[in-house]
């Protein structure tokens, strides 16, 4: 027997006998491209921000991983959403594999966005009330966001919308209805270092934005208000991670989260903010100093004395 050609959509691969085709890897990275999955994986650790390192017992544990999960769902929910949604106005295919060859949306597709958000609300059963909340608010700000009424075409509402995508994710992960001290504190260090990663975002997606009639923060209030109200995001941020540190770090962690992004990260988008390749780098190194961040303040707060 000879090997046989066989044809896909804009391709051939040849099949050799007797082995079957690399099908299954191959959908899987597909789906894995269209989820976006790099761009918000290290997103999954937000549900431990109710895990309790040295209260492991009593299901806990169990209550994280559920958590994790219940992310890693509503978040491949929210960014394939997003990426159908804006299949029309993007301009690069390695962002958003959908516009490459005017990918079709068929009822695959569908079928996915409807298992991922099937999973998140069966995952949430076995959750407290604050949990199962907090999963169907992130589902409808996914929603709203990416489709209708599509608040990420409003000034300041787009942006401040993020803070509904991802700060439910805080709580998905809690085994009780009662959440830990200073919780608060830490959720408005998160959503504000968050905020201030979506206007830099912003500023390195200007084009596409303004191609597809966005009125983003960005475009509406310009390099330097936008740099000005990222400056006090940061200032907000570094007064929270006071709070978290408590007394005997306090002055450390306002003065550490000030000096990076209360002044650095906007000083360098009012400077640079306008060249989307520089705003693009910007945001990649905002990202990594959010996660860092983020690290040290739950080392402090939650593996403190």
């Known amino acids: 027997m000879s090997a046989r050609p066989e044809r896909g959509r804009g391709a051939v691969t040849t099949l050799e006998p007797g082995r ?7 959908a899987l990275a597909a789906w894995w491209q269209r989820a976006r999955v790099g761009r918000w994986v290290h997103f999954l650790v937000l549900p431990l921000a109710a895990f309790d390192p040295q209260g492991i017992g009593d299901g806990a544990l169990l209550a994280a991983a559920r958590g994790v999960a219940s992310a890693f769902a509503l978040l ?11 299949r029309e106005m993007d301009l690069d295919a390695r962002k958003n594999p959908f516009i490459a060859g005017g990918a079709a949306i068929d009822r695959r597709v569908r079928a996915a966005l409807a298992a991922l958000a099937a ?4 995952l949430a059963l076995a959750a407290p009330w604050p949990a199962q909340v907090a999963t169907v608010v992130c589902l409808l700000f996914a929603w709203t966001y990416s489709m209708g009424p599509r608040l990420k075409r409003i000034p300041l509402v787009g942006s401040l919308a993020n803070v509904g995508n991802f700060g439910p994710l805080l709580f998905v992960g809690m085994h009780g209805a009662a959440l830990p001290p200073r919780f608060g504190a830490v959720a408005v260090s998160f959503s504000a270092v968050l905020l201030q990663n979506q206007l830099i975002h912003e500023a390195g997606d ?29 200032l907000g941020a570094a007064a929270a991670a006071a709070w978290v540190a408590g007394p005997g770090l306090a002055s450390a962690a306002a ?15 009012a400077w640079r903010g306008r ?6 780098r910007l945001r990649l190194a905002h990202r990594g100093a959010a996660v860092l961040f983020g690290a040290a303040l739950y080392a ?3 593996l403190g004395p």
């Open 20 to 26: 079957p085709p690399a099908a299954p890897p191959r």
């Open 76 to 86: 491949a929910f929210g960014f394939l959403l997003n990426s159908v949604a804006d």
């Open 119 to 122: 999973a998140s609300l069966l």
């Open 206 to 234: 200007a084009a596409e934005d303004r191609r597809g009639a966005l009125r983003t923060t960005w475009l509406t209030l310009g390099p330097a208000w936008t740099a000005a109200l990222t400056a006090a995001l940061g």
């Open 255 to 269: 003065l550490a989260t000030g000096a990076v992004f209360g002044l650095a990260f906007p000083a360098a988008l």
């Open 275 to 280: 060249q989307a390749e520089v705003a693009a």
């Open 300 to 302: 402090v707060w939650r």
